[in-house]
């Protein structure tokens, strides 16, 4: 009997022995769990906290893109301008000319087609076609930047048929 009460008593033993080691065993492994689900909740926390600073920062770099694609898109017009204004400004001594000829043409073909008319009105009108074509070439050359005044030549004169 002796044998018997001393393998229950060892029996005993080793059972609060595995019951005390499995015991810790689970509470170590209930705190790794735990602990794997808090870096698991704080890294999902800091993925979405990331994914919502990376949205914005996108947000902001597409509005930078919007700003300079406008800047680029005004600056090209401005350069079309520029240069616009530099070809009349190297050649504007040229173009003026031109322009005066160009007038001066205009108006003297007009009055060999309404020559008829002309003498009907007493020239009159064709003075006054003369001196609205003197105007608006005037006009012209002030837009491009130079002041300039056309006199009207004597073909022109109201005394001529």
């Known amino acids: 009997m002796q044998t018997l009460l001393i393998i229950l008593i060892?029996?005993?033993?080793?059972q609060t022995v595995l019951f005390i080691i499995s015991n810790f065993i689970d509470r170590n492994r209930e705190k790794?769990?735990?602990?794997?689900?808090?870096?698991?909740?704080?890294?999902?926390?800091?993925?979405?906290?990331?994914?919502?600073?990376?949205?914005?920062?996108?947000?902001?770099k597409d509005?930078?893109?919007?700003?300079?694609?406008?800047?680029?898109?005004k600056l090209d017009f401005e350069l079309s301008e520029t240069r616009k204004v530099n070809g009349l400004l190297k050649n504007r001594v040229g173009y003026i000319e031109c322009l005066k000829?160009?007038?001066n043409q205009q108006a003297e073909a007009e009055w060999?087609?309404?020559a008829i008319f002309a003498e009907s009105c007493k020239k009159s009108q064709r003075l006054c076609y003369v001196e609205g074509m003197k105007a608006g070439a005037e006009w012209i050359c002030?837009?491009?930047?130079?002041?300039?005044?056309?006199?009207?030549?004597?073909?022109?004169?109201?005394?001529e048929k």
């Open 10 to 14: 060892v029996t005993m033993i080793a």
């Open 32 to 60: 790794q769990a735990a602990n794997a689900t808090k870096l698991w909740e704080e890294a999902q926390h800091n993925f979405f906290v990331e994914k919502e600073q990376m949205r914005k920062n996108c947000d902001a």
């Open 63 to 73: 509005a930078i893109i919007k700003q300079w694609i406008d800047k680029c898109n």
């Open 101 to 103: 000829e160009s007038f």
């Open 112 to 114: 060999e087609s309404n």
């Open 142 to 159: 002030q837009a491009v930047g130079v002041k300039v005044e056309f006199e009207i030549d004597g073909r022109f004169e109201e005394g």
